[in-house]
Structure formats: C-alpha cells, structure tokens
C-alpha cells in the first residue's frame, strides 16, 4: 500500500512570537525613587513599553547591584528558553548607580563587563544627569550642592522627579553630557567628576545609536 502522507501539504506550525525591532530593556537603579522616577517618565514620554525598571533591594553597593542584574539577565533567559519566546530575555540589561564614596567600583565594572551588563555612572551622582537639562557643567561638585543647585530649576525635586519639567531639555542634556564625556576623556579622567554617561542608556530607550 502506498504511503501518501509525505505527498501532503503541510500546515504550517506555530508562527513565531513576533519580535519588535527595539531592544527589550532591563534597568537596574540603585535609588529606589529619584532614577526609577525619570526612567519610568522618560520610556512614556518616548512610547517605550519595551523597557522594565528595577529597583535592587540591596542598596548603597555597586557590586551588589551588577550581582542583581546578572541573576536577573539570566532568569529572563532561561525564560525565553523555556517558553521558546524571544521576547522573555532582555536584550540590554543597564546599572545605574552613582560613584559617591562607593566601595569595589572596579570590581563592579570587571562584573559588568565579564557578563555583557552596561553601566550609567554618575559622578557625583544622579543629580548631575537632571541638571544637565537645565544648565551646562557645574564643575566639580559634591552631591549636597548638586541637589541644592537643581532646586533653583525644580523647586519640587526633593528626590521625586517628574519627568516632564525636564523633558523640555533632554536634547540639550545629552549634548552637555557628551560634551563632558569627550573632555574627560582628552584629560585621561574618564568617569571623573563631573561625569555622567546616563544619556547612553536613554539614547538606546529612544533608539538611538550609542557615540
């Protein structure tokens, strides 16, 4: 008897999941208010979903924090794997954190960069990325008057941050932020105080190239 059954058209199986172009992104903050705030504000602004934020509940250490998101990139991963879903792991995975007085700041870099983890570090702190929006280099400054001088454009920021009084002035952060950027790096100071790379992690939640 012969066998038709490979002479039969096949239906085609399961479409796979459907995958949108922009990366699907995990953020890592230290701070449990002030970051998630703006990052939560700014992928709305941006019509973003694609973009999860954490708050880490070990604060205050850096290496701690890049741990986290290790074991979180990884979790997404096997989930993916496990649902045979793309769309489950995180196609970025970000720290934000500041420099402060932080211990084992380098260990936390060799971490992050062991594992495929970007950082956004703020030297001295987030501050500094919220000022950019509203004035050029302060110079070097400790936090206290970072946040002192950001109350002369927010008078309502005391760690709660509402994104859309910056968002008139995000363009203009990021070239300040990169313009300082470049300037440490000619003075063999990268990351050096005043620094902030923050503007790379919302360039990619905009979809824009990283420079």
Known sequence: MTNHRRDRVRRPGRRPPFRDPKPIILIVCEGEITEPGYFNGFWRAC?????????????GVPKTLVEIAKE???????RAKREGDDNLAFDSVWCVYDVDD????????EMAVANGIELAISNPCFELWLLLHFRDNPGMQHRDKLAAMLKQ????????VDYATYEA???????????????????GDSGGNPSTRVYLLTEQ????AQT
Do not use: C, W
């Open 47 to 59: 019509q973003n979903p694609r973009v999860t934020v954490e708050i880490a509940d070990d604060h």
């Open 72 to 78: 979180l990139k990884n979790e997404g991963l096997a």
């Open 102 to 109: 932080h211990p084992n700041l380098h260990e936390a870099r």
């Open 153 to 160: 454009f927010d008078p309502e920021y005391d760690k709660h």
């Open 169 to 187: 002035g995000y363009s203009e952060a990021v070239t300040r932020a990169r313009r300082m950027d470049q300037s440490a790096e000619r003075r």
């Open 205 to 208: 939640i905009r979809g824009e």
